[in-house]
């Protein structure tokens, strides 16, 4: 054993000029234009790259297991995808059009009855007193429908024909990641290898060196993500369901853990339409601080618990280089960018401490 490592120890430094070496040559400028010209190229399909990535990352997750499942049966593996992609395809269009549903439907119950909720929010908060603003007496029932007011006022023709503009561009994009999902499950190592063979052959070892540290970090952060989902769906419930007892407890659970796939933007947006819901319900200011301790509550299992134990070595990452590329990719590719925030820090990691010789860090 000693002898082993004496020899790895021996190499590595071997291993570290031949891959610096690199850096020294002509090619490091070609690295650089070819980076610079993949940020363009994405900036510019920012709209259309959301699809690619999320069937790209749920058809990584998959691979393994259809590669086992092939291997132990001897069966054809595109027997196995076509079975996993209908049994995905399945369970996202039963998830969908229960969420549609249940969702229509409290979307028409907030409309009817949004003044009087936030009505009663106000009353909850000031009390039956009125209060003076900017030398104007004002009550809970006029505080209220000035809100009503203006937001109809900001509903005009031109939102709601970007609102439907969104809703046919979200169909379009779940149609395109679902038909991206089967040719990934079913092809996906065909591509992958054409994108290994676009890089130079004698460039493809350092290439292989790095994808060898990388692999197994980012499959451990893909699944955490997934095991991240679960929790929180399933805590969502708890909270809001058993204890809380508000209205459409599955929907805002399943909501919840869904929007956790999208870093700081999505659990804060599920927070808020959860917060929205709980107010038709409220039956006093203790269940609006109820339910501001349960969303810390569950921030902080999340963030501070659950999070890292999943995570583990992917979640090594400095938090100062994780809020940079979340606003960084956020402001370039918009979700898709959010989403590869992660990824990407850890490309970039595992590609320096490869060229480095650092792969213990």
């Given at each position: 054993?000693?002898?082993?490592k004496?020899?790895?120890?021996?190499?590595?430094?071997?291993?570290?000029?031949?891959?610096?070496?690199?850096?020294?040559?002509?090619?490091?400028?070609?690295?650089?234009?070819?980076?610079?010209?993949?940020?363009?190229?994405?900036?510019?399909?920012?709209?259309?790259?959301?699809?690619?990535?999320?069937?790209?990352?749920?058809?990584?997750?998959?691979?393994?297991?259809?590669?086992?499942?092939?291997?132990?049966?001897?069966?054809?593996?595109?027997?196995?995808?076509?079975a996993?992609?209908?049994?995905?395809?399945?369970?996202?269009?039963?998830?969908?059009?229960?969420?549609?549903?249940?969702?229509?439907?409290?979307?028409?119950?907030?409309?009817?009855?949004?003044?009087?909720?936030l009505?009663?929010?106000?009353?909850?908060?000031?009390?039956?007193?009125?209060?003076?603003?900017?030398?104007?007496?004002?009550?809970a029932?006029?505080?209220?429908?000035?809100a009503?007011?203006?937001?109809?006022?900001?509903?005009?023709?031109?939102?709601?024909?970007?609102?439907?503009?969104?809703?046919?561009?979200g169909?379009?994009?779940?149609?395109?990641?679902?038909?991206?999902?089967?040719?990934?499950?079913?092809?996906?190592?065909?591509?992958?290898?054409?994108?290994?063979?676009?890089?130079?052959?004698?460039?493809?070892?350092?290439?292989?060196?790095?994808?060898?540290?990388?692999?197994?970090?980012?499959?451990?952060?893909?699944?955490?993500?997934?095991?991240?989902?679960?929790?929180?769906?399933?805590?969502?419930?708890?909270?809001?369901?058993?204890?809380?007892?508000?209205?459409?407890?599955?929907?805002?659970?399943?909501?919840?853990?869904?929007?956790?796939?999208?870093?700081?933007?999505?659990?804060?947006?599920?927070?808020?339409?959860?917060?929205?819901?709980?107010l038709?319900?409220?039956?006093?200011?203790?269940?609006?601080?109820?339910?501001?301790?349960?969303?810390?509550?569950?921030?902080?299992?999340?963030?501070?618990?659950?999070?890292?134990?999943?995570?583990?070595?992917?979640?090594?990452?400095?938090?100062?280089?994780?809020?940079?590329?979340?606003?960084a990719?956020?402001?370039?590719?918009?979700?898709?960018?959010?989403?590869?925030?992660?990824?990407?820090?850890?490309?970039?990691?595992?590609?320096?401490?490869?060229?480095?010789?650092?792969?213990?860090?």
């Amino acid at each position: 054993m000693k002898a082993a490592k004496k020899k790895n120890e021996e190499t590595r430094p071997a291993e570290r000029n031949r891959f610096s070496r690199a850096l020294d040559s002509g090619e490091t400028r070609a690295i650089m234009l070819a980076a610079a010209f993949l940020f363009v190229f994405f900036y510019f399909i920012r709209l259309i790259l959301l699809p690619f990535v999320l069937a790209a990352i749920v058809a990584y997750i998959c691979t393994p297991l259809l590669d086992w499942a092939a291997q132990r049966t001897r069966w054809p593996r595109l027997l196995f995808a076509i079975a996993l992609f209908v049994l995905i395809l399945g369970v996202g269009m039963f998830v969908l059009f229960f969420a549609a549903e249940h969702f229509v439907d409290e979307v028409k119950g907030l409309a009817s009855d949004l003044q009087g909720m936030l009505e009663n929010f106000v009353s909850q908060a000031i009390g039956d007193h009125p209060i003076s603003l900017l030398g104007r007496p004002l009550n809970a029932h006029e505080i209220a429908q000035s809100a009503v007011e203006h937001l109809r006022d900001w509903l005009g023709s031109e939102q709601i024909l970007l609102i439907a503009g969104y809703s046919l561009a979200g169909i379009m994009g779940l149609f395109m990641t679902a038909v991206l999902l089967f040719y990934f499950l079913a092809g996906g190592r065909r591509v992958a290898s054409g994108l290994f063979w676009i890089i130079p052959p004698h460039r493809r070892q350092l290439a292989a060196r790095i994808w060898e540290h990388l692999d197994p970090v980012l499959y451990r952060y893909f699944l955490g993500v997934l095991a991240v989902v679960v929790y929180a769906t399933i805590a969502a419930y708890i909270g809001l369901g058993l204890i809380l007892d508000i209205h459409h407890a599955v929907l805002l659970a399943v909501l919840t853990g869904v929007l956790e796939t999208v870093p700081v933007i999505g659990p804060t947006s599920a927070a808020v339409i959860a917060g929205l819901i709980s107010l038709r319900t409220a039956t006093g200011i203790g269940s609006i601080f109820a339910y501001a301790a349960y969303a810390t509550l569950l921030r902080l299992s999340i963030d501070q618990l659950f999070g890292p134990i999943v995570l583990g070595r992917a979640a090594h990452v400095h938090p100062v280089l994780i809020i940079f590329c979340f606003l960084a990719g956020g402001v370039v590719l918009g979700i898709a960018g959010i989403i590869l925030a992660v990824p990407v820090a850890l490309l970039v990691k595992s590609t320096l401490a490869t060229i480095y010789g650092d792969e213990s860090e």
